[in-house]
């Protein structure tokens, strides 16, 4: 049963469908665990650095043909190189506050410090939080995407950005010691 009550067989074109609409609860039911997108950190426009909320970057470009989560924010979590796991604010658009043109792939990993440029990540897409927008100006921009980041971090403690198949024996690290470094800017 998806998020809305509705009862329908799994179908990969159903999944799909979800994905593109941001339904990551109901994707996680269908899949039997999150979405997921894999790829090396490629380095960004480095203004999450510069607003204080460093992010990794994906190519976007990589990801042409394949179904994609549709532009907005999600929470989720991030896997590094060494199977460490942290809590992740998830932007997926065109970053209309900089008027951008292409299409952008970025998580700001909570409590991480470090690099991550070059290192294979992978992605896990739990829950939508809210559709891109356009802020007036970079405070405003701030104090959003800090929003964002403590809804993702309560969402965290309440254990709700695994998917639905996992047995809760694996744990989100929020104070691990990277192995690999990581933090990219965007």
Known sequence: ????????PVSS???????HHGRMTDVARCLG???????????????GRTLGVPTVNLDATSF???????????AGYVTLEDLSEYAAAISIGL????RG???AIEAHLLDFHGELYERPITIHFSRWLRDQQRFPGLEAL?????RDIEQTRNLHELGLLRGL???????LRRDAEPTSTASNDS
Do not use: I, N
């Not at 049963?1 to 329908?8: K, V």
């Not at 198949?165 to 744990?171: I, K």
């Open 142 to 146: 701030r104090a959003q995407l800090h």
């Open 33 to 47: 665990r999150c979405f997921t997108l894999s790829g090396q950190v490629v380095q960004g426009e480095r203004r």
């Open 1 to 8: 049963m998806l998020e809305d009550q509705l009862r329908t």
């Open 64 to 74: 042409v043909g394949r179904a994609m989560p549709g532009v907005g924010v999600y």
């Open 95 to 98: 970053k209309p506050t900089f």
């Open 101 to 103: 043109q292409t299409l």
């Open 165 to 171: 198949a996992d047995d809760g024996r694996r744990q």
């Open 13 to 19: 074109s159903l999944t799909r469908w979800l994905v």
